[in-house]
């Protein structure tokens, strides 16, 4: 199974915005931030880790922040899918990439 953009925002749609505003999202971002810093800081070994898996935390982590962009994106209904698109289509002409994500998707597609 994989995760869309479009069915995660609408998914967090239902579950945050009825109630929930992008700042009290973006505390819970600034938490979740905080805890990949703190696995990172292990992973570099800054920072004592046991004998915890770094690597599945780090994910369980990213995930977490992950979370709480789309839910932000949700409750401020943008088109968080359309916006990368949009975004990485000006950075990849800003700074000269060869390929910007549309293409890298169309291409893909086209080699199945
Ligand atoms: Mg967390």
Same mark, same amino acid.
């Given at each position: 199974?994989?995760? $869309?953009?479009? +069915? #995660?925002?609408?998914?967090? *749609?239902?579950?945050?915005?009825?109630?929930?505003? &992008?700042?009290?999202? *973006?505390?819970?971002?600034?938490?979740?931030? &905080?805890?990949?810093?703190?696995?990172? $800081?292990?992973? /570099? &070994?800054?920072?004592?880790? &046991?004998?915890?898996?770094?690597?599945?935390? !780090?994910?369980?982590?990213? /995930?977490?922040?992950?979370? #709480?962009?789309? /839910?932000? /994106?949700?409750?401020?209904?943008?088109?968080?899918?359309? +916006?990368? @698109?949009?975004?990485?289509?000006?950075?990849?002409?800003? #700074?000269?990439?060869? @390929? $910007? !994500?549309?293409? *890298?998707?169309?291409?893909?597609? $086209?080699?199945?």
């Amino acid at each position: 199974m994989k995760v $869309n953009f479009d +069915t #995660y925002e609408e998914y967090l *749609f239902e579950r945050y915005g009825e109630w929930a505003d &992008g700042q009290s999202l *973006f505390m819970k971002l600034v938490e979740e931030m &905080g805890e990949i810093a703190e696995v990172l $800081n292990c992973k /570099a &070994g800054r920072k004592s880790a &046991g004998d915890k898996d770094l690597d599945a935390e !780090l994910g369980a982590e990213l /995930a977490d922040a992950i979370h #709480y962009i789309i /839910a932000i /994106a949700a409750v401020n209904n943008i088109d968080l899918n359309k +916006t990368i @698109i949009e975004k990485d289509k000006l950075g990849s002409v800003k #700074y000269g990439h060869k @390929i $910007n !994500l549309e293409g *890298f998707i169309k291409k893909k597609e $086209n080699s199945v």
